[in-house]
T-cell receptor
Framework: DAGVIQSPRHEVTEMGQEVTLRCKPI?????LFWYRQTMMRGLELLIY????????DSGMPEDRFSAKMPNASFSTLKIQPSEPRDSAVYFC?????????????????FGDGTRLSIL | AQSVTQPDIHITVSEGASLELRCNYS??????LFWYVQSPGQGLQLLLK??????LVQGIKGFEAEFKRSQSSFNLRKPSVHWSDAAEYFC????????????FGSGTRLSIRP
């Protein structure tokens, strides 16, 4: 079975440019997560969706960051304008959640990440 | 609020030696607990999970973990490590504010001495 697919794997761009990261979750999964990983801050949850609806975006650093999930098979994380401090590895993960209100943590399946470098 | 502490930033063990990675959690009820492994340049892979039942959980790649409520711990163990086990290991706990959110620890980097 195909896992979580992220693109691109690597992105190098100049500050001020718009960056779009893409994620295709595992088919049948209804929750999708965007994480950022840096040496200094470790793994941070940026935002997550359930059934294509953003549930918690409290981890999004600032208004320059936005995420969308137009359908169950695709999500984007956009940074506009980008800054050097945004350089990190960005991971997408997906899982299947039974209900939103019940405590039913299912394991998250991670993509291989996008390594973003802002010059 | 839930939290996870991995007290060891970096551990080095000899190939063939036993391994124990520590994880302590903070949560009021019975937690949902996970261990993930991250190899360089890759995403996180689930090793094992604990939801309820038997407190000794078996995972992939020969790993196991034991849930100890009295110590609020969920330590990861392996009887004999292989060079391919060198990676970053993350302990995680399910968050009760949402059915899906997971809180990750800061990770323990494992190096294997030949």
């Amino acid at each position: 079975d195909a896992g979580v697919i992220q693109s691109p794997r690597h992105e190098v761009t100049e500050m001020g440019q718009e960056v779009t990261l893409r994620c295709k979750p595992i088919s049948g999964h209804n929750s999708l997560f965007w994480y950022r990983q840096t040496m200094m801050r470790g793994l941070e949850l940026l935002i997550y969706f359930n059934n294509n609806v953003p549930i918690d975006d409290s981890g999004m650093p600032e208004d320059r960051f936005s995420a969308k999930m137009p359908n169950a098979s695709f999500s984007t994380l956009k940074i506009q304008p980008s800054e050097p401090r945004d350089s990190a590895v960005y991971f997408c993960a997906s899982s299947f959640t039974v209900t939103l209100r019940q405590y039913s943590n299912q394991p998250q399946h991670f993509g291989d990440g996008t390594r973003l470098s802002i010059l | 609020a839930q939290s996870v502490t991995q007290p060891d930033i970096h551990i080095t063990v000899s190939e063939g030696a036993s391994l124990e990675l520590r994880c302590n959690y903070s949560y009021g009820a019975t937690p949902y607990l996970f261990w993930y492994v991250q190899s360089p340049g890759q995403g996180l892979q689930l090793l094992l999970k604990y939801f309820s039942g038997d407190t000794l959980v078996q995972g992939i790649k020969g790993f196991e973990a034991e849930f100890k409520r009295s110590q609020s711990s969920f330590n990861l163990r392996k009887p004999s490590v292989h060079w391919s086990d060198a990676a970053e290991y993350f302990c995680a706990v399910g968050a009760d504010s949402s059915a899906s959110k997971i809180i990750f620890g800061s990770g323990t980097r494992l190096s294997i001495r030949p």
